[in-house]
């Protein structure tokens, strides 16, 4: 079994010891005792538990605060009283409602302990090919995700394989139920990623969804893990995506596929979340008439209104792959009869990785500003989360995890309060600064490592570093097409025409070089490097300045970290500091690389005549 304790996150206040209760009333109880006697309040606050309704209300009256609601909402509003108690707010009266249903952690966990694009140290919950937890780690985890509201988790990789489709299945389906009672009380909820293949290994041979022997299989399995689990928020697919088998396999739709698991989930209330992350992974690099993010959409625009009312469509935000820049996924402004689920990625896969510091929720707002009202009825995000002490590898990148939780609840990205809210919590000697730190990182990495909508310029397998051309020969489909003369890839009419997935007013902004985004213009154009940008600048000049001036203010960002020793843990201090000169070394080889590989290419100067390598 696993141990380490983790720190307190950004709830300082809270005992390291397990809460009384087994329920989330018990909790909320246990949690205001102990975070108002850490703080020295003398404040009267009284618990109004009706019902298990998740929304609650911060009322005063006489003097007394009341927070009144169902179970889990006392406990989340006793979460949101303590966290303004303790950086020094007034009572945050009002009434709270979450904006989505599931607002979902995924967890892209291995059973043998490894965790697929994990960068904070190895599963919180598995090792040796079995359910293995330290459980005071757990609680913290739990107390860590309801403070902000998350309510459901996927704990284990959305591409199973053996052994891990043994989970639900005895004797691990005990195991499991054992690891959802102690989420239980915090309001959590398990899903769990199933293989669509798994029937094929077993009694009916196949995994055919119109198979009837397939159908009551899962329909067994269903009934033997609600048995067990009867709080199960479902499961969640992938299918026929890099390699993993689908309806696809058996000449099936998707609606198919997925409908025949929805139905087995839905005599005891389950959601199937199928994800849309399906697209040609042996794409020809000399074809020019596929492109890849036209490919969720082609797939699943055309099956609207066939899919059963618990199949929820799991779609990632962007029409590629988490890059640093993208534009919306069409696919959530389409699908109107159709439920969907927007997927985020709190793993920096493409964002430097937890070492480089990035903060996301300057995203996400950028994502919700384009998305339509209704683009999305659930929320989940891939988890950032290990057994690293620090949570995440990076202390700030806690943050993140953070502002995630504040925005599925609120439907809404609001980066600065978010921010400044889980600083001063956090690091309340230095809040205003860290917050600055925050707010400025996504910049500074997007400058040296993904400018004017650049994706996919890193190293293969790994994704972090720059290789100009490590994917562009490659199978993915993730190419930029550099040549001696232009770059981009035309997305427009006389292109791919992938903006005409889009609704009108985007597709005319994007379309158009005048109104494009100057951080998509090279996502949605193909454009001469002495094409002139709206501030007068070639746009090769544009590429060199950005690269010197993030390796620039990288070195910016380190510098303001180091100036405040001695206004946090030093321990902490002196882990980040450890990555801010991974960062800084990172974002000088990026400036350099790319600088030189456009040099190379265009045989075009810099006009200020900073060193480039020839």
Same mark, same amino acid.
């Given at each position: 079994?696993?141990?380490?304790?983790?720190?307190?996150?950004?709830?300082?206040?809270?005992?390291?010891?397990?809460?009384?209760?087994?329920?989330?009333?018990?909790?909320?109880?246990?949690?205001?005792?102990?975070?108002?006697?850490?703080?020295?309040?003398?404040?009267?606050?009284?618990?109004?538990?009706?019902?298990?309704?998740?929304?609650?209300?911060?009322?005063?009256?006489?003097?007394?605060?009341?927070?009144?609601?169902?179970?889990?909402?006392?406990?989340?509003?006793?979460?949101?009283?303590?966290?303004?108690?303790?950086?020094?707010?007034?009572?945050?009266?009002?009434?709270?409602?979450?904006?989505?249903?599931?607002?979902?952690?995924?967890?892209?966990?291995?059973?043998?302990?490894?965790?697929?694009?994990?960068?904070?140290?190895?599963?919180?919950?598995?090792?040796?090919?079995?359910?293995?937890?330290?459980?005071?780690?757990?609680?913290?985890?739990?107390?860590?995700?309801?403070?902000?509201?998350?309510?459901?988790?996927?704990?284990?990789?959305?591409?199973?394989?053996?052994?891990?489709?043994?989970?639900?299945?005895?004797?691990?389906?005990?195991?499991?139920?054992?690891?959802?009672?102690?989420?239980?009380?915090?309001?959590?909820?398990?899903?769990?990623?199933?293989?669509?293949?798994?029937?094929?290994?077993?009694?009916?041979?196949?995994?055919?969804?119109?198979?009837?022997?397939?159908?009551?299989?899962?329909?067994?399995?269903?009934?033997?893990?609600?048995?067990?689990?009867?709080?199960?928020?479902?499961?969640?697919?992938?299918?026929?995506?890099?390699?993993?088998?689908?309806?696809?396999?058996?000449?099936?739709?998707?609606?198919?596929?997925?409908?025949?698991?929805?139905?087995?989930?839905?005599?005891?209330?389950?959601?199937?979340?199928?994800?849309?992350?399906?697209?040609?992974?042996?794409?020809?690099?000399?074809?020019?008439?596929?492109?890849?993010?036209?490919?969720?959409?082609?797939?699943?625009?055309?099956?609207?209104?066939?899919?059963?009312?618990?199949?929820?469509?799991?779609?990632?935000?962007?029409?590629?792959?988490?890059?640093?820049?993208?534009?919306?996924?069409?696919?959530?402004?389409?699908?109107?009869?159709?439920?969907?689920?927007?997927?985020?990625?709190?793993?920096?896969?493409?964002?430097?990785?937890?070492?480089?510091?990035?903060?996301?929720?300057?995203?996400?707002?950028?994502?919700?500003?384009?998305?339509?009202?209704?683009?999305?009825?659930?929320?989940?995000?891939?988890?950032?989360?290990?057994?690293?002490?620090?949570?995440?590898?990076?202390?700030?990148?806690?943050?993140?995890?953070?502002?995630?939780?504040?925005?599925?609840?609120?439907?809404?990205?609001?980066?600065?309060?978010?921010?400044?809210?889980?600083?001063?919590?956090?690091?309340?000697?230095? =809040?205003?600064?860290?917050?600055? !730190?925050? +707010? &400025?990182?996504?910049?500074?990495? *997007?400058?040296? /490592?993904?400018?004017?909508?650049?994706?996919?310029?890193?190293?293969?397998?790994?994704?972090?570093?720059?290789?100009?051309?490590?994917?562009?020969?490659?199978?993915?489909?993730?190419?930029?097409?550099?040549?001696?003369?232009?770059?981009?890839?035309?997305?427009?009419?006389?292109?791919?025409?992938?903006?005409?997935?889009?609704?009108?007013?985007?597709?005319?902004?994007?379309?158009?070089?005048?109104?494009?985004?100057?951080?998509?213009?090279?996502?949605?154009?193909?454009?001469?490097?002495?094409?002139?940008?709206?501030?007068?600048?070639?746009?090769?000049?544009?590429?060199?300045?950005?690269?010197?001036?993030?390796?620039?203010?990288?070195? =910016?960002?380190?510098?303001?970290? !180091?100036? +405040? &020793?001695?206004?946090?843990?030093? *321990?902490?201090? /002196?882990?980040?500091?450890?990555?801010?000169?991974?960062?800084?070394?990172?974002?000088?080889?990026?400036?350099?690389?790319?600088?030189?590989?456009?040099?190379?290419?265009?045989?075009?100067?810099?006009?200020?005549?900073?060193?480039?390598?020839?």
């Amino acid at each position: 079994m696993k141990q380490a304790s983790g720190t307190p996150a950004w709830l300082p206040f809270l005992p390291m010891d397990i809460p009384a209760g087994n329920s989330s009333a018990q909790l909320a109880r246990s949690e205001l005792a102990a975070g108002l006697a850490a703080l020295a309040s003398s404040q009267r606050v009284e618990l109004e538990v009706k019902g298990a309704d998740e929304g609650y209300d911060i009322l005063l009256r006489e003097g007394t605060l009341h927070i009144r609601g169902g179970e889990p909402g006392v406990l989340y509003g006793t979460y949101t009283l303590l966290q303004a108690l303790a950086r020094g707010e007034p009572a945050p009266l009002g009434n709270y409602r979450p904006r989505y249903p599931l607002r979902m952690l995924n967890h892209w966990d291995n059973m043998d302990g490894s965790v697929e694009r994990g960068y904070a140290g190895g599963s919180l919950f598995f090792n040796n090919n079995r359910l293995a937890y330290d459980q005071a780690r757990i609680h913290r985890y739990a107390r860590m995700l309801a403070s902000v509201g998350i309510n459901a988790i996927c704990l284990n990789n959305v591409n199973v394989r053996p052994p891990m489709d043994g989970l639900i299945l005895p004797p691990q389906l005990d195991d499991l139920a054992g690891l959802a009672n102690l989420l239980r009380p915090y309001g959590i909820r398990l899903l769990v990623c199933v293989d669509f293949a798994m029937p094929a290994r077993h009694e009916p041979g196949t995994a055919d969804p119109l198979s009837p022997q397939v159908q009551a299989w899962w329909a067994l399995r269903a009934k033997q893990v609600y048995a067990r689990i009867p709080d199960l928020a479902g499961f969640v697919v992938k299918a026929d995506s890099e390699h993993r088998p689908g309806p696809h396999t058996y000449g099936r739709s998707h609606a198919q596929g997925a409908n025949m698991l929805a139905r087995a989930l839905k005599p005891h209330g389950g959601l199937l979340f199928w994800r849309c992350f399906v697209y040609n992974c042996r794409q020809d690099w000399r074809d020019r008439q596929t492109d890849r993010p036209k490919a969720a959409y082609e797939h699943y625009a055309p099956l609207d209104g066939q899919f059963d009312d618990n199949v929820v469509l799991q779609i990632k935000s962007g029409p590629v792959d988490f890059q640093v820049r993208e534009p919306v996924s069409p696919l959530l402004h389409a699908l109107p009869q159709t439920k969907k689920a927007l997927e985020l990625q709190l793993a920096q896969e493409y964002t430097g990785q937890q070492i480089d510091l990035f903060y996301q929720a300057a995203q996400w707002q950028d994502i919700f500003r384009q998305l339509p009202p209704g683009g999305a009825d659930y929320i989940a995000a891939v988890s950032n989360l290990g057994d690293d002490e620090s949570w995440c590898g990076h202390d700030l990148a806690l943050a993140n995890l953070y502002a995630f939780g504040r925005t599925a609840w609120r439907g809404e990205s609001l980066p600065g309060r978010y921010a400044m809210e889980w600083a001063a919590l956090s690091f309340p000697e230095a =809040a205003g600064e860290i917050t600055k !730190l925050l +707010l &400025a990182s996504p910049h500074v990495y *997007e400058k040296y /490592a993904a400018p004017l909508g650049l994706g996919f310029m890193v190293n293969p397998q790994t994704h972090y570093g720059p290789s100009p051309e490590g994917y562009e020969y490659a199978l993915w489909g993730t190419y930029h097409r550099a040549n001696h003369e232009a770059i981009g890839i035309d997305r427009g009419p006389e292109g791919t025409n992938f903006t005409a997935q889009y609704p009108l007013h985007l597709r005319q902004r994007f379309e158009r070089l005048t109104t494009c985004p100057d951080r998509l213009l090279l996502f949605f154009h193909r454009l001469r490097y002495d094409q002139r940008l709206a501030d007068g600048r070639s746009l090769l000049q544009r590429i060199y300045d950005d690269h010197f001036e993030g390796a620039q203010e990288a070195e =910016a960002l380190q510098a303001a970290w !180091l100036e +405040l &020793a001695g206004r946090v843990p030093p *321990e902490v201090h /002196a882990r980040v500091a450890r990555r801010f000169e991974m960062q800084v070394q990172n974002a000088r080889e990026w400036r350099d690389v790319i600088n030189t590989y456009f040099y190379r290419k265009s045989g075009i100067p810099d006009e200020q005549g900073r060193l480039i390598h020839p």
